[in-house]
């Protein structure tokens, strides 16, 4: 029987019995190849249940009732029929979304369209700014080199935005740097920074005074107006020091010094109470004014070698006791009877061991 070229529908002939048959079959066909599309275009095994009409681009090792028809198209007319492509058809594959063409070998996807492999880009303009992307894939990643950017380039109010960009300035750009630290120019230029705008926060590790600071440390950062104005020499070294005042001297704690202006305890005042507290630390040279009979507490953070004075005061009534506790220890194991007399003071002084306190009362100053 004669068929026609591309598609293979089945003509009529002179005189044919049962014509409806073969005009049923070829409206068949063509149905099923200008349907809505292929189901998929991977099948190579035939589906249990079909639908009717339903067509495929058959895979590249069909089994079953496909064997032998790789790559042929099968639609199900209550068995499966066949159609042979020609180059230049297409189908739509649902399973994909893509529009596939025969090249006359394969299904292939037509270039342009479609997600699929991306081969190679390339990007220039006229600011300079160019890319590429050399080994296929489907979701490239371009890289851009940017040239050097110029007025003519780029506005003075325009800007350079994007996502994902990456590569290597290869012009002279300028670098303006704003707020507590200052500076500008290309390459390598000289910052300033603020004053006043470095906290201890900022600062990570220790700092080398002995070769790294000169001037004079500020009060408010933990020095003092007449402090040190430079310092030399490496850690193991012998230090110099740059006094203000070049007629001072500086007191070590290994030598002997002789002092030439009076040196001190600032007095402080101890808390009244029926206990009397008494922190060494802070109130070695101390005054309490007794407000009735007390009791005074024993000491505490004493250095053992250091001095203690305390300046005992009656108050207006007078006739106050004071009792000491257990680290207070008197000659001959005798604490001393205080002065009664309203406003009498009296003056106890002590040296500690750094466990007792040792100590003398002088009575009665008026």
């Known amino acids: 029987m004669t068929t026609t070229s591309h598609l293979g529908v089945t003509l009529l002939e002179q005189a044919q019995a049962q014509k409806e ?29 079909p639908a009717a009409g339903a067509i495929y681009i058959i895979g590249a090792l069909p089994t079953g009732s496909w ?21 230049g058809m297409s189908m739509w594959v649902n399973d994909e979304d893509l529009l596939y063409s025969y090249d006359g070998t394969d299904w292939v996807v037509p270039s342009g369209s479609g997600t699929g492999t991306v081969t ?33 380039s780029v506005t003075a109010s325009g800007a350079i935005t994007g996502s994902n960009l990456s590569g290597t300035n290869t012009g002279d750009q300028t670098i303006t740097l704003t707020g507590n ?12 920074i603020a004053n006043n705008s470095v906290t201890n926060a900022m600062l990570a590790g220790s700092i080398d005074l002995t070769t790294k600071v000169t001037g004079i440390l500020p009060a408010a950062n933990g ?76 000491p505490t953070n004493l250095q053992a070698g250091a001095s203690y004075t305390l300046i005992v005061k009656q108050d207006g009534t007078g006739s106050r006791t004071l009792a000491y506790d257990s680290a207070y220890k008197w000659p001959s194991g005798t604490a001393p009877v205080l002065t009664t007399t309203a406003n009498a003071t009296d003056i106890l002084t002590f040296i500690t061991d750094g466990t007792n306190m040792y100590g003398v009362a002088q009575k009665g100053f008026a």
């Open 181 to 192: 630290v200052t500076g500008s120019g290309t390459g390598s230029f000289a910052t300033t």
């Open 67 to 87: 064997s032998g028809k790789a790559r042929q198209l099968a639609y199900f007319d209550q068995i499966w029929r066949f159609v042979v492509p020609n180059e």
């Open 223 to 298: 020095g003092t107006a007449n402090g040190f104005t430079a310092f030399s020499g490496p850690a193991t070294s012998t230090k110099t020091f740059t006094l203000p005042n070049a007629s001072d001297s500086i007191a070590c704690l290994g030598q002997a010094n002789a002092f030439t202006k009076q040196q001190y305890f600032a007095q402080t005042t101890l808390t009244d109470a029926s206990s009397i507290s008494w922190d060494a630390s802070t109130n070695q040279a101390a005054t309490v004014t007794l407000g009735g009979n007390r009791t005074l507490s024993n």
């Open 120 to 152: 190679s880009v390339s990007v220039t303009t006229a600011n300079g700014v160019s890319g590429s992307v050399a080994t296929a894939t489907t979701t490239p990643a371009i890289t851009l080199t940017l040239g050097a950017i110029t007025p003519s």
């Open 21 to 49: 048959v073969t005009v049923n079959e070829a409206l068949t066909r063509i149905d099923a190849i200008l349907n809505t599309g292929a189901v998929s275009q991977a099948v190579s095994t035939p589906p249990g249940s």
